[in-house]
């Protein structure tokens, strides 16, 4: 049962350097997310997509982009990296994105920018 | 936009002894209310969740949460403490579709 994989797990970035971290379920859910969390602030989310084709943003999009060519994969794409975007991402997934339908998240990947 | 306050960034407490970790969220419209819990270098786990069947709901692991709506809380409680127990707890509330709002979580420690 392999659910929600994240990659890569580990990640130092130059700044100004790009990247993409890569998010695929096999739990054929619709709806996908990114958050990114940060000590002492609880989970942001950056950007969801309700399907193939079609994403949206969250809280806290700036400097990130996205994109949802298949319903199993979700990839998160940092242009030009910023230190202040070294914190750890989680990808999560929900098959119908109903407010009382539970999360299932990926086990995160951990991003400095230095 | 709705929101999540925990208090208490880290709870010690003692094996054997009792849990409570604290959550107040804001609305007027009582939200579906979620407890996760996220191991050292895991993602969150879904630990219980209040969909309006019952005010006190039962999760995994002895936890359980009681939701009061004239205090606008969800308080996660377990009777004894566990060595196990020891991970970050996160509460979180939902509305709508796609909406998601996590409180900045709780650190719990377990002193043997």
């Known amino acids: 049962n392999a659910g929600v994989t994240q990659t890569p797990k580990f990640r130092i970035l130059k700044i100004g350097q790009s990247m993409t971290l890569q998010c695929t379920q096999d739990?054929?859910?619709?709806?996908m997310y990114w958050y990114r969390q940060d000590p002492g602030m609880g989970l942001k989310l950056i950007y969801y997509s309700v399907g193939a084709g079609i994403t949206d943003k969250g809280e806290v999009p700036n400097g990130y982009n996205v994109s949802r060519s298949t319903t199993e994969d979700f990839p998160l794409r940092l242009e030009l990296a910023a230190p202040s975007q070294t914190s750890v991402y989680f990808c999560?997934?929900?098959?119908?994105?109903?407010?009382?339908?539970?999360?299932?998240f990926g086990s995160g990947t951990q991003l400095s920018v230095l | 936009a709705q929101s999540v306050t925990q208090l208490g960034s880290h709870v010690s407490v003692s094996e054997g002894a009792l849990v409570l970790l604290r959550c107040n969220y804001s609305?007027?419209?009582?939200?579906?209310l979620f407890w996760y819990v996220q191991y050292p270098n895991q993602g969150l786990q879904l630990l219980l969740k209040y969909t309006s069947a019952a005010t006190l709901v039962k999760g995994i692991n002895g936890f359980e949460a009681e939701f009061k709506k004239s205090e606008t809380s969800f308080h996660l409680t377990k009777p004894s403490a566990h060595m196990s127990d020891a991970a970050e707890y996160f509460c979180?509330?939902?509305?709508?579709?796609?909406?998601?709002?996590f409180g900045t979580g709780t650190s719990l420690t377990v002193i043997p």
């Open positions: 999560a997934s929900s098959y119908s994105g109903t407010a009382n339908e539970k999360l299932f």
């Open positions: 609305s007027s419209v009582p939200p579906y």
């Open positions: 979180a509330v939902s509305e709508s579709f796609g909406q998601f709002y």
């Open positions: 739990m054929n859910h619709n709806y």
